[in-house]
C-alpha cells in the first residue's frame, strides 16, 4: 500500500534556508584531529597503544587542556571499555595524573551496554559530550566481517553523533599493513573521518615501521584513508611514564621560529596584524603565504595570541604569550 506524499506533511530546509542559518564549517573538540559531532575512526595495529592515545586525548577535552599542542574545547567525556582490565586503566591513569574523563567499564554496577543490544539507546540519554568506544569490534556481538551488521553499528553511531555526540571509535588493523583494517569496509566508508595511529621510521615520514615497535622511533597521527574535513597529521613520541608528547618536526621548527619573529618585532613595533605577521614569516623564513597563514593557525593560543580590532576590516591583532625559556 503506497502513501500519499502530502499525507507525510512534510516540511524540510531548502539550501538557501541552510544557508541562513550560519552554521559553521567544522568545529574542532580537538584541533585539526577530533571534529565536533561526527563519527572518527582511530585505527593502528594492536600494541600500538590506542588506548594511551584516546585515554590521554580524552583527558584533555575533559579538563579542556590542550593535547600534545592542540587546543581543546571542553566537554564531558566518557571512555567505554569493553577491553582493558581495570587494574590496567587505573594504572594508567595514575600515570597520567587523573582528569575529569569518565570510565564507563564492565566492572561497573550498570555496565555498558553492546551496539547491537536493546539497551544500546541508554547512550543517547546521555548529556551530549565525546563517546569514546574500546573498541569498536568489542562493542558488539555481531560478525564484523558483514557489511549489513557493521552498517547497523555505524548507523548506530551516527545515531549518536545527531543527538550531540562527539563518537570516537578504535578499530583494530593487521601489524603488517597499517592501512587494512579488520573487518568490514563499511567500518570505514560510513565513518565521517579516520585518523592512523602508526609507528614511523623518521619524523615527517609515512614510511611505517613494520617489525616490532621501537620506542625511539616517532609516531605518526593523523588523516587517513578518509575524512570529510581537512587533513592533517602530526609527529609523537610516546614515553611509558608519561604518554605521547609532540616530539620536534620542521612544522615544530617554523612555529618556534615565527615566535621569535614575533618577539624581534614587537620590540620597536607595535602589535602586527595578521598581514604583516605573514609577511615577516615569509620573508624571513621563506616559506609561502598559504603555509605562512597556516603556521599562524596553528600557533594560535599556544605561541601567540590575537584580538579583533573593530573598524576597518575587522584586523586580527597579534601578540606573542610569554614562554618559558
Known sequence: ????????????????????????????????????????????PGGIRKTWLLLQMGSSIADGKPFCGLTTIKRPVIYVDFENPIMEVCRRAR?????ELQLWHLTNEFPPPRLDSEKWEAYKMIE?????????????????????????IMSRLKELRSVGHTVIGILHTTKADPRMH??????????????????????GSDENV????????????????????????MYLRFDPGKGFSLTDSPED???KAAYDLL???????????????TEIIMGETGVGRNRALSLIKRGENNFWTFFIKRGDKNQRIYSPILREK
Open 95 to 99: 600515570i597520567l595524573g587523573g582528569s
Open 253 to 255: 621548527g617554523l612555529l
Open 182 to 203: 579488520r573487518g568490514s569496509g563499511a567500518l570505514i566508508d560510513q565513518s565521517d573521518h579516520v585518523l592512523g595511529l602508526t609507528q614511523v621510521k623518521a619524523i
Open 1 to 44: 500500500m503506497s502513501i500519499e506524499h502530502s499525507a507525510l506533511n512534510l516540511r524540510l530546509p531548502t539550501l538557501n534556508e541552510l544557508y541562513d542559518m550560519g552554521i559553521e564549517d567544522v568545529t574542532w573538540d580537538v584541533e585539526n584531529l577530533i571534529p565536533n559531532e561526527a563519527v572518527t575512526v582511530v585505527q593502528g
Open 263 to 277: 618577539v624581534d618585532y614587537q620590540r620597536n613595533n607595535p602589535d602586527p596584524t595578521q598581514r604583516k605577521f
Open 128 to 152: 551530549p559530550g565525546v563517546l569514546i568506544f574500546d573498541s569498536i569490534r568489542a562493542s558488539h556481538h555481531l560478525d564484523e566481517n558483514s557489511s549489513k551488521d557493521m552498517t547497523i
Open 210 to 233: 613494520e617489525d616490532n615497535f621501537d620506542e625511539d622511533l616517532p609516531f605518526r597521527l593523523g588523516h587517513i584513508q578518509k575524512t570529510r574535513f581537512i587533513p592533517y597529521k
